[in-house]
């Protein structure tokens, strides 16, 4: 049994960029408007590689003027996206476009929301200390145009936002954060330099391997979990060696794409609220090398109580590991592609995290993000998180 809904037009191929113009005001369009905002990073890797322009370029031949807002840093901020909305409403934008990774991308979903209908963002969380309001307003409609493989963002419809007053990392939800549109164009992810296009294609690993042994897995989702991890694992280690190969590249961000409908019609796990909460208080810790730093204490906590045996071995055998017999087979292949990856010797230490902070984590994870844990193989306990993040530090 399985229930979605997933309102997003993709397109998915190499040079897809150039056909976004034809998706903008035409007849059968997936969005419409006059005024596009334009959302992208802090950095300067989308000016300096030319997306922008290309970009730019699209929304001129699709007779659509528009406003750049340049201030979305990695694991953006609760004041950030409320200055982004209250931009957008002053500059008068109809939508929203996302050019850049899964930061900016969640940062345009939080920013329609506000746009829309205005307050403090926090009204809108669901988790921890948010009011739980739901928004009135569907939030502008989103075009995203992911510069990265990995989040699966461009089609689900959560944004992770963090408050730094409260160190809470959370999703964020409303009516209109799915995207209406998204362009998956392997050429604007080939230049990504190789430690992050690591850190990003664990990040889609993990959503897939997540819903994979997920108790909330449909059959609906196994497929489509099955085809994210095969397509990330057989891939990501050729995709960072030979960075122009277009193939590899496209095979991961097919992966990642999966792995974000995986999240909407199946579910993560209790790993991805773990990890927000270490980034949460160490903004400076990407995403996926926080997931990378944990996994491998993660996963065995649950093979070694057997939860799942089949379903690791299953995975393992999607990794490449076709002889499989043994849960444990799946730690292996893990760890086998991290080292392949460049990825297996990340330490918590690098990035300021110390082992004294690990009870404070463990119940921040479940406060911000409650709803993973019962979605665990296994229960995990307070004391289990603390473990994990003991025997994962480094």
């Not at 969380?125 to 510069?147: H, N």
């Not at 799915?178 to 690591?198: G, I, N, Q, R």
């Amino acid at each position: 049994m399985f229930a979605f809904s997933l309102p997003t037009t993709a397109l998915f191929g190499a040079g897809k960029l150039n056909e976004l113009h034809s998706q903008i005001n035409a007849p059968m369009g997936a969005v419409h408007g006059r005024k596009a905002l334009v959302v992208i990073s802090n950095g300067k890797s989308v000016r300096a590689n030319g997306y922008l322009a290309r970009l730019e370029s699209e929304l001129r031949q699709a007779g659509v003027d528009y406003a750049i807002f340049d201030k979305v840093m990695a694991n953006p901020t609760k004041p950030v996206v409320e200055e982004g909305g209250r931009f957008a409403r002053e500059s008068g934008c109809d939508f929203i476009v996302a050019l850049g990774g899964g930061s900016v991308i969640d940062a345009a979903k939080a920013i329609g929301l506000l746009a829309a209908n205005g307050g403090d963002l926090w009204d809108y969380v669901m988790f921890g200390s948010g009011k739980k309001q739901w928004p009135q307003k569907p939030g502008l409609p989103i075009v995203a145009i992911p510069t990265t493989a990995g989040t699966g963002s461009e089609t689900d419809g959560g944004a992770v936002i963090t408050n730094p007053e409260t160190n809470e990392k959370t999703g964020v939800f409303g009516p209109g954060t799915y995207p209406v549109l998204a362009v998956v164009d392997p050429e604007l992810m080939m230049s990504v330099p190789a430690k992050f296009k690591a850190y990003q294609g664990f990040d889609a690993l993990f959503h897939s391997t997540e819903g994979y042994i997920s108790t909330a897995r449909n059959e609906f989702s196994r497929m489509l979990a099955a085809e994210a991890i095969r397509n990330v694992s057989q891939n990501l280690a050729r995709s960072i060696r030979e960075p122009q190969n277009i193939e590899a590249m496209s095979n991961v961000a097919l992966g990642s794409y999966l792995s974000g409908i995986q999240m909407a019609v199946g579910s993560c796990t209790s790993a991805h609220p773990l990890e927000h909460a270490l980034s949460a208080y160490h903004e400076k810790l990407p995403h996926g090398a926080g997931l990378i730093m944990l996994s491998k204490a993660y996963y065995s906590h649950f093979v070694e109580r057997h939860a799942c045996d089949a379903r690791f071995i299953e995975m393992a055998k999607l990794m490449g590991m076709e002889d499989a017999r043994r849960p444990e087979d799946f730690i292996a292949a893990l760890t086998k592609l991290q080292e392949a990856c460049g990825v297996a010797d990340l330490k918590m230490s690098d990035y300021g995290i110390d082992p004294s902070e690990f009870p404070r984590m463990a119940q921040n994870a479940r406060d911000t993000l409650g709803p993973n844990f019962l979605n665990d193989p296994c229960p995990l306990s307070d004391s289990d998180c603390v473990t994990i993040y003991r025997k994962s530090y480094r």
